[in-house]
């Protein structure tokens, strides 16, 4: 399997849930609101034999020339958006859902980004997030996929395609999803925003902007002990130096 990370850039974001750019090396994170996190936000294309998976679809930004950020980054890395096949998404805030729906500059015509792709998403996590009114949800950046047949409604785990597994872990958000792929004797691993880094994969920390915070940790703890039994490839949404990892 191919991976390619799909970097937006370097941000950090305080307890306003406003994502700030953020230059490495210029800017200086003491200059900041206390509090605030250094993260990257960094969706990822994984070319399989069957698929060009889509794992979220990052802050939905767009260049000074009017195209989304995420369809720009996909171009120059040699990936047509219209050859995107399925979509998995860890969970509905908006720095991993705001690139699900694309608003044309010119018409004002807003659709969903990838039409040719299917959209993966746990059936508890929308119903939360449609009903959800804190700031890391915004329901407009995802409302087309309610009405959409390009949706499937995931349960709590399950497998697609015999080769995508999947598994509601919770613990970032109540509903948060994370995702298994194996192909041949290759597995990848996606924890989203419960394994969003390295370091947090290396040590025992409890974050206090997780919904469970102990146990975003037990779950990282399982899932090292086990990715290192089976070798499996580590992609990290949130990390400003390391996208993906073998133990």
Request: net charge negative; proline share 4%; hydrophobic share 35%.
């Amino acid at each position: 399997m191919k991976v390619i990370p799909l970097s937006e850039g370097s941000f950090t974001v305080d307890k306003s849930k406003i994502f700030m750019p953020f230059e490495i090396g210029v800017d200086d994170i003491n200059e900041k609101p206390t509090g605030s996190l250094l993260v990257e936000i960094q969706p990822f294309v994984i070319v399989t034999r069957r698929d060009i998976l889509l794992l979220d679809t990052g802050l939905g930004f767009y260049t000074k020339s009017g195209q989304m950020q995420l369809k720009h980054n996909l171009m120059i890395n040699g990936i047509d958006p219209e050859s995107i096949t399925k979509i998995l998404i860890s969970h509905l805030h908006k720095d991993h859902a705001a690139g699900i729906q694309d608003t044309d500059k010119k018409t004002s015509i807003t659709s969903l980004s990838f039409p040719e792709a299917t959209y993966y998403v746990n059936k508890k996590e929308l119903e939360f997030a449609n009903q959800n009114k804190n700031s890391s949800y915004i329901p407009a950046d995802f409302s087309l996929l309610n009405s959409s047949e390009k949706l499937v409604l995931l349960d709590d785990a399950g497998n697609i395609d015999d080769y995508i597994h999947y598994e509601m872990s919770g613990a970032h958000c109540p509903f948060h999803t994370v995702f298994r792929i194996k192909e041949n004797a290759e597995t990848i691993f996606y924890g989203g925003d419960v394994a969003p880094q390295l370091q947090q994969m290396k040590n025992r920390f409890i974050a206090k902007y997780d919904f469970d915070g102990r146990k975003s940790m037990e779950l990282r703890s399982k899932w090292l002990e086990q990715g290192k039994k089976e070798h499996w490839k580590f992609l990290f949404y949130h990390d400003i130096k390391t996208p993906d990892y073998n133990f």
